[in-house]
């Protein structure tokens, strides 16, 4: 009979595990080994953007690397890290804390079932029990903890823990690339639009006396210098990563020129931003004597 309960329980567990670890368990994208104050904690990324520090490093990290049977129980009941599991330390333990204090299951980029806290659960407790040390409320054997908490916390004074994670797992290049991607996508088409006048008469008028230069009667080409002009001071101060990728999709050609204008290929939105900017820079034309002038004030703005 006893053998059966066993083994009922021993299924039960199996069910268990199976449950918590199915297919839409969530995955790293990214991972790494975050260097502070000393100590190694390995840390990852899921596809959902969360930054997880590993349940195992972390605790290692803390001192409290070995969990006694007591303690043992007492995590897997409540899910909070063990150490931060003491009844002196219970009135420090305010909501925001608990609610990031709760286990993470996840699968690693190499699909390793694995266990973590969200990173910001580690800033968090530092200051608990740098508090509660302060406050004299410490055991003797938690004022080690305490003493590493206060080193992380330097660690953690000019650059937050968010940012740690993000350079050591590499993730901050792959944010800044979708980052940008999701930028360009709403500034640039995908197809080209017909060409339409874009740039009044105004404009150039404008240009050509900042510049010194007499505006023509009749229609010929502009200097080859009004180009990069308002490259700088329309497009660049629209977007420089926008300006840029303009610039790969419509490259000089033999003759020097473009194949076609680079408000072609921009959105509704990028259009808007650049019409806008048109009238920023024409009215901050209108308002100069000169170049000179012109450039001062821009540098103001």
């Known amino acids: 009979m006893a053998d059966a309960i066993t083994m009922t329980n021993q299924e039960r567990a199996k069910k268990a595990a199976s449950e918590r670890w199915h297919s839409e368990t969530p995955k790293a994208t990214h991972t790494g080994i975050l260097q502070i104050a ?6 990852d990324v899921l596809k959902d953007g969360r930054r997880v520090l590993r349940q195992k490093t972390l605790l290692s990290a803390m001192g409290r690397g070995k969990i006694g049977g007591k303690q043992r129980r007492g995590l897997v009941a409540t899910n909070l890290p063990v150490f931060v599991q003491a ?13 990031r204090a709760q286990l993470i299951r996840y699968k690693g980029i190499d699909g390793q079932k694995l266990i973590g806290y969200e990173a910001s659960i580690l800033p968090a407790a530092c200051k608990i029990y740098v508090r509660a040390e302060d406050d004299g409320i410490l055991h003797e054997n938690q004022k080690k903890v305490a003493t590493v908490c206060r080193s992380m916390i330097y660690g953690l004074a000019t650059v937050g823990i968010i940012a740690l994670v993000d350079e050591c797992t590499g993730y901050e290049f792959a944010k800044q690339r979708n980052e940008l991607q999701i930028l360009l996508e709403k500034f640039i088409l995908k197809d080209l639009m017909p060409w339409t006048k874009k740039f009044p008469d105004e404009f150039f008028e404008q240009v050509y006396r900042i510049h010194g230069w007499n505006w023509p009667k009749i229609n010929k080409n502009h200097p080859s210098c009004v180009g990069p002009f308002i490259n700088k001071y329309i497009y660049e101060m629209i977007s420089p990563e926008v300006l840029e990728e303009l610039k790969k999709q419509n490259p000089v050609n033999d003759k020097g020129n473009r ?11 990028g259009n808007s931003t650049l019409d806008k900017q ?15 002038q012109f450039k001062q004030f821009m540098e103001r703005c």
């Open 259 to 269: 194949n076609f204008r680079f408000h072609q290929k921009m959105t509704d939105l």
């Open 278 to 292: 048109l009238i920023r820079v024409t009215t901050a034309m209108k308002i100069s004597d000169n170049l000179d």
């Open 38 to 43: 000393g100590h190694e904690i390995h840390c």
């Open 87 to 99: 009844d002196n330390l219970t009135p420090y333990l305010e909501a925001p804390f608990l609610e």
